[in-house]
């Protein structure tokens, strides 16, 4: 297979390089030492492989600093889903990396939760059917609260976090580390309209921005 120098999406994507090269070089000193030293990430990050969401943007991050795991509609199966891909990553952030915080972010107008609001189930002996199988107790939830169809789709996202959360805490790891209290979990909604980051107040029961707090 040979790549078609002519598609303009590789052609953007070819000159997207060149520019990071321009900058490679500018901070050479900064690239080689991520080069040479282990990785140190602060947070595991589970998020939507949304195209528009880039946790590095949204939150200022470095690289080395998130540990991502991006797929659609942040799922976190449960661990007895044997998704050795999630779990995979998440026992090598615990376990190798020593990260001590996972956030589970979900997004306004995510389109995995969208699509069984529109009816568009995929087929279920297809891996997107399957996948999108994930979302359905908080469809399930939202519906049985009867929340407004001006509210259903944000509300099921966040539902969804919630669950995901939940899912989370079926592993080992996860578990061990928050009975110890080592380990911190976190569910955050990004407003992809406005540029805000919801941290879920478990004490609240609401969604509150996230932002620095005044200290005492």
């Given at each position: 297979?040979?790549?078609?120098?002519?598609?303009?999406?590789?052609?953007?994507?070819?000159?997207?390089?060149?520019?990071?090269?321009?900058?490679?070089?500018?901070?050479?000193?900064?690239?080689?030492?991520?080069?040479?030293?282990?990785q140190k990430?602060?947070?595991?990050?589970?998020?939507?492989?949304?195209?528009?969401?880039?946790?590095?943007?949204?939150t200022?991050?470095?690289?080395?600093?998130?540990?991502?795991?991006?797929?659609?509609?942040?799922v976190?199966?449960?661990?007895?889903?044997?998704?050795?891909?999630?779990?995979?990553?998440?026992e090598?952030?615990?376990?190798?990396?020593?990260?001590?915080?996972?956030?589970?972010?979900?997004?306004?107008?995510?389109?995995?939760?969208?699509a069984?609001?529109?009816?568009?189930?995929?087929p279920?002996?297809?891996?997107?059917?399957?996948?999108?199988?994930?979302?359905?107790?908080?469809?399930?939830?939202?519906?049985?609260?009867?929340?407004?169809?001006?509210?259903?789709?944000?509300?099921?996202?966040?539902?969804?976090?919630?669950?995901?959360?939940?899912?989370?805490?079926?592993?080992?790891?996860?578990?061990?580390?928050?009975?110890?209290?080592?380990?911190?979990?976190?569910?955050?909604?990004?407003?992809?309209?406005t540029?805000?980051?919801?941290?879920?107040?478990?004490?609240?029961?609401?969604w509150?921005?996230?932002g620095?707090?005044?200290?005492?």
């Amino acid at each position: 297979m040979t790549t078609d120098w002519s598609d303009p999406d590789i052609r953007d994507a070819v000159e997207g390089h060149e520019r990071f090269k321009r900058q490679f070089e500018r901070d050479k000193a900064f690239y080689r030492s991520l080069a040479t030293r282990k990785q140190k990430p602060r947070l595991l990050w589970i998020g939507c492989s949304d195209s528009r969401v880039v946790p590095a943007q949204i939150t200022s991050a470095d690289p080395g600093e998130l540990f991502e795991i991006r797929n659609i509609a942040n799922v976190v199966p449960p661990a007895t889903a044997w998704d050795d891909s999630v779990g995979a990553a998440i026992e090598y952030a615990l376990a190798h990396l020593g990260i001590d915080d996972v956030v589970v972010c979900g997004h306004t107008g995510c389109g995995g939760i969208q699509a069984l609001l529109d009816g568009l189930e995929p087929p279920s002996d297809t891996h997107l059917g399957r996948w999108i199988d994930y979302t359905r107790p908080a469809h399930r939830l939202v519906a049985a609260a009867q929340v407004g169809e001006a509210e259903r789709l944000v509300e099921t996202i966040k539902a969804h976090i919630q669950f995901q959360i939940d899912n989370l805490r079926t592993y080992t790891r996860v578990r061990d580390g928050l009975e110890s209290g080592k380990l911190g979990v976190h569910g955050w909604l990004y407003v992809m309209e406005t540029g805000d980051l919801l941290a879920y107040d478990s004490h609240a029961g609401d969604w509150q921005p996230l932002g620095r707090r005044d200290e005492p």
